[in-house]
């Protein structure tokens, strides 16, 4: 008898048998996170984004009874696939459907990794994959939000995967175009897209020339394919370019416009993300330097200087040691890790280089990463039982159980925070009205109701310090801060000020006092100071306060 293949069989039936609570436990922690997730969406919308533009512009095309083109709100010349999405549920009244619409894109994204990875390993590793990357404190909070982050997660991977799908199948060109047709959606979803698309056209001909040296016309080929890439990228985005092109000369507009509109926009230069980062935050150049490993493990949400986003340090350990036993990995398996990580890190060098960091901007490598982090796992896990004595071996994979655990616990600890903060409970209860509901985290709700009940349908609001949310207005609004503090200093009287907003139309202006006073104090010199105080008193009527917001109307220059 066999000894020897007799315990290799007892051990892989004991390797096995363990599977089966392993899925069932990943299986329930995933539906448990899933329903937590619905909980939280079961809330209006009061965050930034949501009131800004991705629920105002669809309320605004609503109105309007189709797009068109709004240039005091530059947000409205974005891309907008999710958008005009969100817009279905809100001509019907709701504006929490939109929440579940684009959890749905995070609830896809999943699906794409557990595919990929139930394929490169098996199926307890693909659920873990999923738990990974739905349970991302960045994921939960996009996936509780009315953003775009998550419709760009997802056409950006089914992208590049698609690609990895045309290098396995020899090149068949229905998945190259396919690939193409899911760029263009990123594209047209959020102009982040840009960086995939740019990357994801230098990857096609470089992948097909280095698995094609000795093909005959190698290199037209592979040029071939790139435009081919391209070209389908560009058609399926081409709407929004046309849109934006007949409106500002600038198909990507607010983009680069310095190319394409030179004598408008000016010379002005900004500065470099190294630059924000000291003169607004005070950091070290080697504080900045270190962002790319800092952003996995001191996120902080709504903080800017913290990236305004969490992730976790599974992400940035693990991915790691996927790379460890290369030798032993097929040919296919070898390339898709370095197409991973050669994504992963162009992506975010670029994202690094160009802009002050943000963990939602570079969205779209957290699931290469997520493939990376559970194909890392699965090679400690194999190097520990194969190369290491039994004991030994055991103490490593405990080792690494801990370090998962505890990273799930951070993730876990995340959702909780989020129930105490998001508060849903009371709300789907009954004990707290939307109206109540909204006023908690949007002071100035009690001013815009106020506004949409007692002000006329021709009614024109000049907001200052109001974020420029305007979602929840009904009354036309206008955010001219910069234009209020322009006119103040060009002028040396209130009633020229007022002839000024009397021109435009302004009937109303919506004060934010907090943001004012700091603002009146700072910006202004002692003349400017009198000339403000002179405007509020003498062409100004108090209509509500409340919240720290002031209603106030206009009177009409004779």
């Given at each position: 008898?066999?000894?020897?293949?007799?315990?290799?069989?007892?051990?892989?039936?004991?390797?096995?048998?363990?599977?089966?609570?392993?899925?069932?436990?990943?299986?329930?922690?995933?539906?448990?996170?899933?329903?937590?997730?619905?909980?939280?969406?079961?809330?209006?919308?009061?965050?930034?984004?949501?009131?800004?533009?991705?629920?105002?512009?669809?309320?605004?095309?609503?109105?309007?009874?189709?797009i068109y083109e709004i240039p005091s709100v530059k947000f409205?010349?974005?891309?907008?696939?999710?958008?005009?999405?969100?817009?279905?549920?809100?001509?019907?009244?709701?504006?929490?459907?939109?929440?579940?619409?684009?959890?749905?894109?995070?609830?896809?994204?999943?699906?794409?990794?557990?595919?990929?990875?139930?394929?490169?390993?098996?199926?307890?590793?693909?659920?873990?994959?999923?738990?990974?990357?739905?349970?991302?404190p960045v994921i939960v909070k996009l996936s509780i939000t009315?953003?775009?982050?998550?419709?760009?997660?997802?056409?950006?991977?089914?992208?590049?995967?698609?690609?990895?799908?045309?290098?396995?199948?020899?090149?068949?060109?229905?998945?190259?175009?396919?690939?193409?047709?899911?760029?263009?959606?990123?594209?047209?979803?959020?102009?982040?897209?840009?960086?995939?698309?740019?990357?994801?056209?230098?990857?096609?001909?470089?992948?097909?020339?280095?698995?094609?040296?000795?093909?005959?016309?190698?290199?037209?080929?592979?040029?071939?394919?790139?435009?081919?890439?391209?070209?389908?990228?560009?058609?399926?985005?081409?709407?929004?370019?046309?849109?934006?092109?007949?409106?500002?000369?600038?198909?990507?507009?607010?983009?680069?416009d310095g190319w394409f509109n030179p004598a408008e926009t000016?010379?002005?230069?900004?500065?470099?993300?190294?630059?924000?980062?000291?003169?607004?935050?005070?950091?070290?150049?080697?504080?900045?330097?270190?962002?790319?490993?800092?952003?996995?493990?001191?996120?902080?949400?709504?903080?800017?200087?913290?990236?305004?986003?969490?992730?976790?340090?599974?992400?940035?350990?693990?991915?790691?040691?996927?790379?460890?036993?290369?030798?032993?990995?097929?040919?296919?398996?070898?390339?898709?890790?370095?197409?991973?990580?050669?994504?992963?890190?162009?992506?975010?060098?670029?994202?690094?280089?160009?802009?002050?960091?943000?963990?939602?901007?570079?969205?779209?490598?957290?699931?290469?990463?997520?493939?990376?982090?559970?194909?890392?796992?699965?090679?400690?896990?194999?190097?520990?039982?194969?190369?290491?004595?039994?004991?030994?071996?055991?103490?490593?994979?405990?080792?690494?159980?801990?370090?998962?655990?505890?990273?799930?616990?951070?993730?876990?600890?995340?959702?909780?925070?989020?129930?105490?903060?998001?508060?849903?409970?009371?709300?789907?209860?009954?004990?707290?009205?939307?109206?109540?509901?909204?006023?908690?985290?949007?002071?100035?709700?009690?001013?815009?109701?106020?506004?949409?009940?007692?002000?006329?349908?021709?009614?024109?609001?000049?907001?200052?310090?109001?974020?420029?949310?305007?979602?929840?207005?009904?009354?036309?609004?206008?955010?001219?801060?910069?234009?209020?503090?322009?006119?103040?200093?060009?002028?040396?009287?209130?009633?020229?000020?007022?002839?000024?907003?009397?021109?435009?139309?302004?009937?109303?202006?919506?004060?934010?006092?907090?943001?004012?006073?700091?603002?009146?104090?700072?910006?202004?010199?002692?003349?400017?100071?009198?000339?403000?105080?002179?405007?509020?008193?003498?062409?100004?009527?108090?209509?509500?306060?409340?919240?720290?917001?002031?209603?106030?109307?206009?009177?009409?220059?004779?």
């Amino acid at each position: 008898m066999n000894l020897g293949g007799f315990a290799t069989l007892r051990e892989m039936s004991k390797r096995y048998t363990m599977k089966i609570p392993l899925k069932l436990t990943l299986t329930a922690l995933l539906a448990a996170l899933i329903l937590s997730i619905i909980i939280l969406s079961c809330v209006p919308p009061v965050d930034r984004d949501s009131l800004t533009h991705h629920l105002a512009i669809p309320k605004l095309y609503l109105n309007h009874g189709g797009i068109y083109e709004i240039p005091s709100v530059k947000f409205s010349y974005y891309p907008m696939n999710l958008d005009l999405l969100y817009m279905i549920p809100l001509y019907f009244g709701n504006d929490i459907i939109p929440k579940f619409i684009h959890f749905a894109f995070g609830l896809l994204t999943a699906w794409l990794i557990f595919g990929y990875l139930k394929k490169r390993i098996d199926t307890v590793h693909a659920l873990l994959g999923v738990l990974f990357f739905l349970s991302l404190p960045v994921i939960v909070k996009l996936s509780i939000t009315v953003y775009v982050d998550l419709g760009l997660i997802f056409f950006s991977t089914a992208s590049l995967l698609l690609i990895l799908k045309w290098m396995e199948s020899d090149f068949k060109l229905t998945y190259l175009i396919l690939s193409g047709a899911f760029c263009g959606l990123a594209l047209g979803t959020k102009y982040n897209g840009l960086i995939v698309f740019f990357l994801l056209a230098l990857f096609v001909p470089f992948i097909y020339s280095r698995e094609r040296r000795k093909a005959r016309f190698n290199s037209c080929r592979a040029i071939g394919y790139g435009a081919i890439f391209v070209l389908v990228a560009l058609l399926v985005f081409s709407p929004w370019m046309i849109r934006n092109y007949m409106w500002t000369n600038n198909p990507i507009y607010p983009l680069y416009d310095g190319w394409f509109n030179p004598a408008e926009t000016g010379s002005s230069a900004a500065m470099s993300a190294f630059q924000i980062r000291k003169s607004v935050y005070g950091e070290s150049w080697w504080e900045t330097a270190l962002i790319p490993v800092r952003i996995f493990f001191h996120g902080l949400d709504d903080s800017p200087r913290y990236f305004d986003g969490k992730l976790n340090p599974y992400l940035f350990l693990l991915p790691f040691f996927a790379f460890l036993g290369l030798g032993k990995n097929n040919t296919l398996l070898k390339t898709e890790k370095k197409i991973f990580l050669a994504f992963s890190v162009l992506y975010f060098l670029y994202a690094f280089f160009k802009t002050d960091m943000r963990i939602r901007y570079i969205s779209p490598i957290i699931p290469p990463l997520v493939i990376l982090s559970v194909m890392g796992l699965h090679e400690i896990n194999t190097i520990a039982r194969e190369r290491f004595p039994r004991v030994t071996g055991k103490v490593i994979a405990g080792l690494v159980c801990v370090f998962i655990l505890f990273s799930m616990g951070m993730n876990a600890f995340y959702v909780i925070e989020q129930f105490r903060q998001v508060d849903p409970i009371r709300y789907i209860s009954g004990e707290v009205s939307r109206d109540e509901y909204i006023e908690k985290f949007r002071p100035e709700y009690p001013a815009i109701q106020y506004a949409n009940r007692n002000l006329p349908g021709n009614a024109k609001i000049l907001c200052i310090f109001l974020g420029n949310r305007l979602y929840y207005s009904d009354r036309e609004m206008i955010f001219g801060t910069d234009w209020f503090r322009d006119m103040v200093k060009m002028h040396h009287s209130s009633e020229k000020v007022l002839i000024d907003l009397n021109k435009v139309g302004v009937t109303h202006i919506l004060v934010s006092y907090y943001g004012f006073n700091g603002w009146f104090k700072d910006s202004f010199n002692d003349r400017e100071k009198e000339t403000i105080r002179e405007f509020f008193e003498k062409h100004l009527n108090l209509l509500f306060s409340e919240k720290g917001h002031g209603l106030f109307q206009l009177k009409i220059h004779l």
